[in-house]
């Protein structure tokens, strides 16, 4: 089993819609959960990160974790086509502090 | 200025060949990372610094080595390359006493490596 897992992809959705990204991961001892957006050829960007159970939102971005389902998500509402992109999930360990990634999501938003 | 800067942003080389990556930073961070990317296995951990004293292997440490000359400055050496080292390279940084202890890691622009 992966540390962390998510669906390759691609993800396909419409302009407009909202993407529901997921990610779920191995050790109960993480205590911190990221998501970062990568475009073809650059550098991963951080969009989200969250610590507590439950829902974080920061414009049209929500993260949500439930730890006692080792499982955090990432919501993009109102999809636009720049939102396109691999969307990595980054969970750090308990007892190292190292960030260990899924090996990403890749989001197509068609016009 | 980039505050995460990587030299050279691609390479190409033999196998057998010596090459060094280089990562230089402005943030004033102590924690550097070395990352490979490989197409559908994500980002893989290969070295990390927290101080300049410190130096930790991460997953895939073999074949590679590093060496932390300053805070600001991290190299990662390939000391004879095969050309399953071809992939994408990231520096990161992170500082976990900023922003209420997140230790959010920051990514340099990458250099992308094929060894032939």
Aim: positive net charge; aromatic residues 10%.
């Amino acid at each position: 089993q992966k540390e962390v897992e998510q669906n390759s992809g691609p993800l396909s959705v419409p302009e407009g819609a909202i993407a529901s990204l997921n990610c779920t991961y191995s050790d109960r001892g993480s205590q911190s959960f990221f998501w970062y957006r990568q475009y073809s050829g650059k550098s991963p960007e951080l969009i989200m990160s969250i610590y507590s159970n439950g829902d974080k939102e920061d414009g049209r971005f929500t993260a949500q974790l439930n730890k006692a389902s080792q499982y955090v998500s990432l919501l993009i509402r109102d999809s636009q086509p720049s939102d396109s992109a691999t969307y990595l999930c980054a969970v750090r360990g308990g007892n190292t502090g190292k960030l260990i990634f899924g090996q990403g999501t890749t989001l197509q938003v068609k016009p | 200025d980039a505050d995460v800067t990587q030299t050279p942003r691609n390479r190409i080389t033999k196998t057998g060949k010596r090459i060094m990556l280089e990562c230089s930073q402005t943030k004033g961070h102590d924690r550097m990372y070395w990352y490979r990317q490989d197409p559908g296995l994500g980002l893989r951990l290969i070295y990390y610094s927290f101080d300049v004293k410190d130096i930790n292997k991460g997953e895939i440490s073999d074949g590679y080595s590093v060496s932390r000359q300053a805070q600001a400055k991290f190299s990662l050496s390939l000391e004879s390359a095969i050309p399953n080292q071809t992939a994408l390279y990231f520096c990161a940084t992170s500082d976990p006493g900023a922003g209420g202890g997140t230790d959010t890691q920051y990514f340099g622009p990458g250099t992308r490596l094929t060894v032939l």
